[in-house]
């Protein structure tokens, strides 16, 4: 009987020191995150909630000083195919967007995306469609601004985002005077797959025939395979996409586009955008359609050799953006507003 007593007292015990170590450890956990955040630098802007049905939406609005009937730029893009935000996103939102619009007069809005940052919902869950949907609801958001001309709101997409940009383009025109596409593909997803392992096995030596034997092999094997298993955030995320194709939505945009590729991006490559929009195109480019090509640029539009690669336990990586870009991008969104 005693030994009964004495072995409840001591699981007691254990369990008492048990929780008082999972509090510890919380509190621990806690006190680190916080302290994370605190020393995360401070966006600039106005930080803004809104929402698409069920999912909240964080943002920023950056409004010039004379804040009245004012033209505003949406931003979509700068994350890894697996739905983290690259380092290089806040760097190309600085340079490129908030150090050159604002202080002409153009404000700028940028958000995370659904289930990124301190947005809700589910990234790798999501389509095409309910991420055009998250930027349709962005663009309701500004439109209830009292300082924001709803008749001039911008929409510009970074890489994938760039489809986004696109969809809501061709499906809401009266939203947007007019749509951005910067590194997107003008291709279907599966082919933009190929071209990114391609670009890999090129630049791991392979001579281009090789190259793409072998992406379009491991393409179809990767696709195959998530479709089964679609397992991860990025497995389901590229599940989800692998059928999209731009080609209905480009065909359906009537209002001013402007698409921008580098020379040395390896997930677009030139000349493969260039014969996707013949083979959409036969009879030439629509007359709203502006086309060009960068050299030496690469998917964030920095200087850089072929193959390079940017460093991912860093986000200070700074590197020298294409002065041809910047102007090209700059004189056609002035241009339109």
């Known amino acids: ?103 002409s007069g153009i404000g700028v809005f940028f958000y995370d995306p659904r289930g990124t940052g301190e947005s809700t919902g589910r990234w790798g869950r999501a389509t095409m469609t309910d991420f055009a949907e998250d930027a349709k609801a962005a663009i ?86 998530v479709s089964w298993l679609p397992l991860t955030k990025s497995w389901r995320h590229m599940n989800n996409k692998r059928n999209f194709t731009p080609a209905p939505y480009l065909k359906e945009i009537q209002i001013p586009a402007l698409f921008v590729f580098g020379e040395n991006d390896g997930q677009v490559y030139t000349d493969w955008a260039e014969q996707a929009f013949q083979e959409l195109f036969p009879g030439g480019l629509p007359d709203n359609f502006t086309v060009q090509n960068i050299t030496g640029a690469n998917h964030f539009f920095h200087v850089v050799e072929p193959c390079y690669e940017y460093p991912r336990e860093s986000g200070e990586t700074r590197l020298n953006f294409s002065f041809r870009f910047k102007e090209i991008f700059r004189n056609w969104i002035f241009k339109q507003l």
């Not at 940009?165 to 997107?184: D, M, N, Y």
Request: proline share 5%; net charge negative; glycine share 6%.
């Open 1 to 103: 009987m005693r030994k009964t007593v004495c072995s409840k007292q001591k699981m007691r015990l254990f369990i008492f020191k048990a929780i008082v170590r999972f509090f510890i450890l919380a509190l621990f956990v806690m006190f680190f995150s916080h302290l994370s955040r605190a020393q995360t630098p401070d966006v600039p802007g106005e930080e803004v909630v809104f929402k698409n049905g069920d999912v909240i939406l964080n943002g920023h609005l950056v409004l010039p000083d004379s804040s009245e009937n004012v033209p505003v730029l949406v931003f979509l893009g700068g994350l890894y195919e697996w739905g983290d935000v690259h380092p290089q996103r806040p760097v190309f939102i600085k340079e490129i967007l908030l150090d050159v619009f604002p202080k």
């Open 140 to 225: 309701h958001y500004l439109d209830q601004r009292r300082e924001v001309d709803p008749q001039r709101i911008g929409i510009i997409g970074l890489g994938e985002e760039g489809w986004v940009a696109q969809i809501v383009a061709a499906t809401a025109p009266e939203l947007v005077k007019f749509v951005v596409s910067l590194g997107t593909s003008p291709f279907d997803a599966s082919r933009q797959l190929v071209n990114e392992y391609h670009s890999q096995y090129v630049c791991n030596g392979e001579d281009s025939t090789t190259a793409l034997q072998k992406a379009e092999q491991k393409a179809l094997s990767h696709q195959n395979w």
